[in-house]
Structures are given as C-alpha cells and as structure tokens.
Antibody, heavy 118, light 112 residues
Framework: QVQLQQWGAGLLKPSETLSLTCAVY????????FSWIRQPPGQGLEWIGE???????NYSPSLKSRVTISIGTSNNHFSLKLISVTAADTAVYFC????????????WGRGTTVTVSS | QSVLTQPPSVSGAPGQRVTISCTGS?????????VHWYQQFPGTAPKLLIY???NRPSGVPDRFSGSKSGSSASLAITWLQAEDEADYYC????????????FGTGTQVTVL
C-alpha cells in the first residue's frame, strides 16, 4: 500500500488560487488513481476530482470550471489547483488513492486545512 | 452536494447492534455500483471500513458488516464499543454526473 503526504498553503484571500501537493511513497504515480476530496467545517465529504495512471482527469461537475489535477513530471507526486477561491472553498482537503480494482479510496493523506478569508 | 442519504445520527448502548442506512438512486447504487463505507474520527482522515458492499480490509473487526439491496445499502455494527463512536460515510459511483464519486451525508454514531 502506498502512503500519501500532502502539503500546501493554508490561508488564502478570495480570488486567489488554492494549490496543494500530495507525495506518493511506496509506489509509483503511474500505478494508481488519485483523487482530491474536501470536507467543509462540520460537513460531509465532497469529491473534487481524479487523475488516472494515464494522466487523464475527471472532475466534479460543480467544480470542473475551476479545478486542475495534474501529476508531477519529475517527482512522485500529484497536485490540485483551484482557481478563484471564495469562502465557500474553506475546507479540509484530502488526497487519496485507489487501485485499478474498485472505485473506493483505500489510502488517504492526513488532510490540509485551507481557509479563505479576506 | 451529497446524493446518498444517511440518517444524521444513530446511538446505542455498549454491546448493542446499530445499523446505518445509505439510500441512493437508479444512477448510483441502484445502477449496480458498489457501496463502500468509511469511518472518520474528529480531526483525522477517513479510513476505509467496508469495500465492495460487504468486504472488510485487513484489520477491520468482523463486528462491522455491510450489505446492499436495490438502491440502498446498510452498515451494521454489532457488539457496539465505545471506540466505535465516530462519523460514518457511505460512498458509491454515479453515472449521471459524467462518472463521479458520491458520498453519503454522513452519520454520527454515539455510544451511550
């Protein structure tokens, strides 16, 4: 099983770009599907998007116009960018992975708290 | 944004059995997609509890079991213990949203 370690800026102003990175240990980024999931304070989980081993992406329809998920070319990591953030984007953001076998996330990062405030 | 509906909370005394329902629709659970369950403690990441409707990852006690029927699924916790107090989420796949993962609204389990 891989391990995921994530990091990124935790405080943003409205209209800025959220940028998070998730490093993959114990496996190659080319062997798994990776997702980003977020959880607003006191609320449930929301799937943001996924990138597959071939580098193809699939995004939540509600966020598609603002989201980009990519795989790093030189290091074993993948990233999330969310443009034009607002207070509604305040949440804990998790990276997660799944194998090719089933549509479930079996490995999760520890989460990064992102606050959007002026 | 959640398209899978769960009860907000369930509770039980130690040793009792509790169940959590997860109701979907014909585009997700009812379309045949598997249901998976996660356990989340405050301030931590979700942990996979049940995958493929009924399967437990290594290390998950057999007190936890899952089932699926039609457009719904259930998680049962038997012999409830204090350490089971947490939030639980179901998750599936939805074909109506151009192929998206969907989570349940979440259920808080309280051990009385």
């Amino acid at each position: 099983q891989v391990q995921l370690q994530q990091w990124g800026a935790g405080l943003l102003k409205p209209s800025e770009t959220l940028s998070l990175t998730c490093a993959v240990y114990g496996g190659s980024v080319s062997g798994y599907y990776f997702s980003w999931i977020r959880q607003p304070p006191g609320q449930g989980l929301e799937w943001i998007g996924e990138i597959n081993p071939g580098g193809n992406t699939n995004y939540s329809p509600s966020l598609k116009s603002r989201v980009t998920i990519s795989i790093g070319t030189s290091n074993n990591h993948f990233s999330l960018k969310l443009i034009s953030v607002t207070a509604a984007d305040t949440a804990v953001y998790f990276c997660a992975s799944r194998t090719t076998i089933g549509y479930y996330m079996d490995v999760w990062g520890r989460g990064t708290t992102v606050t959007v405030s002026s | 944004q959640s398209v899978l509906t769960q009860p907000p909370s369930v509770s039980g005394a130690p040793g009792q059995r509790v169940t959590i329902s997860c109701t979907g629709s014909s585009s997700n659970i009812g379309a045949g997609y598997d249901v998976h369950w996660y356990q989340q403690f405050p301030g931590t990441a979700p942990k996979l509890l049940i995958y493929g409707n009924t399967n437990r990852p290594s290390g998950v006690p057999d007190r936890f079991s899952g089932s699926k029927s039609g457009s719904s699924a259930s998680l049962a916790i038997t012999w409830l213990q204090a350490e089971d107090e947490a939030d639980y989420y179901c998750q599936s796949y939805d074909s109506s949203l151009r192929g998206s993962y969907v989570f349940g609204t979440g259920t808080q389990v309280t051990v009385l």
